[in-house]
């Protein structure tokens, strides 16, 4: 009899029982907020967490914060270039690799609070609609005044570019007359080369400032325009190129290497290796090769660079490279942001990885670049890691090293004491790039004499009147020009005369004059010399 009491009450009991420890559990996560009582919830503790500044926390915090916060720490706790891309700003982060946008086509800057045009793209919306470089513009679709007042440069690019297609109406100053002007946007091509031109007879020089989606199709362009006017040695130059997409540069490596020559293999924990291999016969596959490197060379930049030192392809010249030898893959993620993340390392067909070590943290990673210039003995130390480096030999018995950058083939140090205080003042700031676009608008006329830079290079030589200006601009920025010397007086004057050559042909006009001072383009072109 008790037996069946027992078997009726039980599960009665046990039902109480688990009533009441359910409802003594809900009570103390409501005391303690601690860990969920028969939560099914697949979230990690980092979501949790989020969740939970967003829900508790004191203060408002953007969602969009704390996702790049959390996210940006994350990431940086792996190596230095895996980084996270808010959803604001993937569009221009892709528009850059892209290699266009669209737009009217000019460059500005922001002067006493007002919106100047440096630059009008030839045969662009801007430049068919009549602007010119020296307008100052007033206001925007009739309503939006960026005159008179602080504007955020990004906020002005907002307003310029926008659909095919799609029109803007621009008010604009011109010699203290006012005007309006439809521009109508367009597609507008953000080129990877900077200059492409003969430096000397047979000498042919290309500068690469980025590998974008149409590099190698630029590259190629440019390489046939030059063998047209009979090069026979060619002068590539990856001075501050930060890299971008390795197919690009795979692609030119293959067009100067010949056979089926290896060019670079990438390999990770989670990732197959993957051989890069030429795949068609090059259109520059024997002439002479000279490839400029420096410091802010990386990524992409030391791919085509090693694969061609390692096959005694080119010789480097130059500074040791950034040291990069990490490979990003971009990744979309649901509220549309994005994470490049590093999937793999690439070795150069000797084997090298070329990538520093990050082992100490991101803030000394970076302060690596920067301490190379307090270096004493710069020609040895500044171009060779001072951590120890494997040594690799190549088919012609030279040595090359892996772990810390391409150490050039031949060195050109950086020489401070060329650069006088000044001069660094003059550039970082702006000052003398603002002198010459103001002497360039009051002559306008006197340098639409010249047809080409060629022609402008020997037919205009800056002296008193120019110096004048520069002085006068740099006093308004409280940058002193009485200690230099005359040395350091011809150095700038020669950058203001490549400055106003910008203005005339953009990059090419820059870099025509520019190299004429240059000591690794003089050292490029006395290499070539000796091989002949």
């Not at 030999?393 to 050109?412: A, H, M, N, Q, R």
Request: with cysteine.
């Amino acid at each position: 009899m008790g037996s069946k009491k027992l078997q009726i009450w039980l599960p009665l009991l046990f039902s109480i029982v688990m009533i009441a420890g359910m409802a003594i559990g809900f009570q103390l996560k409501e005391k303690t907020m601690a860990a969920r009582f028969f939560s099914f919830s697949n979230k990690s503790s980092i979501q949790e967490l989020t969740d939970l500044i967003k829900s508790r926390y004191v203060d408002k915090i953007a969602v969009d914060s704390i996702n790049a916060l959390v996210a940006t720490e994350l990431l940086a706790h792996l190596d230095p270039h895996s980084v996270f891309i808010p959803a604001a700003d993937l569009s221009a982060v892709n528009e850059e690799m892209m290699g266009n946008f669209q737009g009217i086509g000019i460059e500005f800057r922001i002067l006493n609070d007002t919106v100047n045009v440096m630059t009008v793209l030839k045969d662009g919306p801007a430049d068919k609609a009549g602007l010119i470089t020296g307008d100052q513009l007033i206001a925007v679709s009739d309503t939006v005044n960026i005159a008179g007042k602080k504007v955020d440069p990004a906020v002005i690019r907002k307003l310029f570019r926008g659909a095919i297609n799609t029109q803007v109406k621009v008010k604009y100053l011109r010699n203290g007359k006012l005007g309006n002007v439809t521009i109508t946007r367009n597609n507008i091509p953000v080129s990877s080369i900077d200059a492409a031109y003969m430096l000397s007879p047979g000498n042919g020089y290309i500068r690469i400032n980025k590998f974008a989606e149409r590099t190698y199709e630029e590259f190629m362009q440019s390489l046939e325009q030059l063998q047209k006017n009979k090069m026979e040695s060619l002068v590539i130059d990856l001075r501050g190129n930060g890299g971008g997409l390795m197919k690009e540069a795979v692609d030119i490596a293959d067009e100067l290497l010949d056979e089926d020559k290896l060019i670079v293999y990438t390999e990770g924990e989670h990732t197959p290796r993957i051989d890069y291999r030429c795949k068609r016969p090059g259109l520059f596959e024997k002439g002479k090769l000279v490839v400029l490197i420096d410091e802010t060379s990386a990524s992409a930049s030391e791919v085509l660079a090693g694969a061609l030192q390692d096959w005694d392809r080119a010789t480097i010249i130059g500074r040791r490279s950034f040291g990069k030898g990490l490979v990003q893959q971009q990744f979309q993620l649901s509220d549309g942001a994005a994470v490049r993340l590093t999937v793999a390392r690439y070795f150069t067909p000797l084997g090298r990885n070329i990538q520093k070590p990050y082992n100490k943290g991101v803030k000394a990673y970076q302060e690596e670049l920067v301490n190379r210039y307090h270096l004493t003995d710069s020609t040895n130390k500044m171009d060779t890691a001072v951590l120890a480096k494997k040594v690799y030999k190549t088919k012609s018995g030279k040595t090359v090293l892996g772990g810390g950058g391409i150490t050039p083939d031949s060195i050109v140090a950086f020489d401070s004491s060329r650069y006088p205080i000044a001069f660094v003042q003059l550039l970082m700031t702006n000052t003398l790039a603002n002198a010459a676009y103001q002497y360039f608008v009051a002559n306008r006329s006197m340098f639409n004499q010249f047809s080409n830079p060629q022609s402008f290079s020997k037919g205009y030589l800056p002296g008193s009147a120019e110096w004048t200006t520069i002085t006068s601009v740099s006093q308004n920025e409280k940058i002193s020009l009485a200690a230099v010397n005359a040395d350091g007086k011809q150095l700038i004057l020669n950058r203001f005369k490549s400055l106003i050559s910008r203005h005339l042909w953009r990059d090419l006009g820059y870099f025509i004059i520019v190299n004429e001072n240059d000591p690794v383009i003089a050292k490029a072109l006395n290499s070539i010399g000796n091989t002949n």
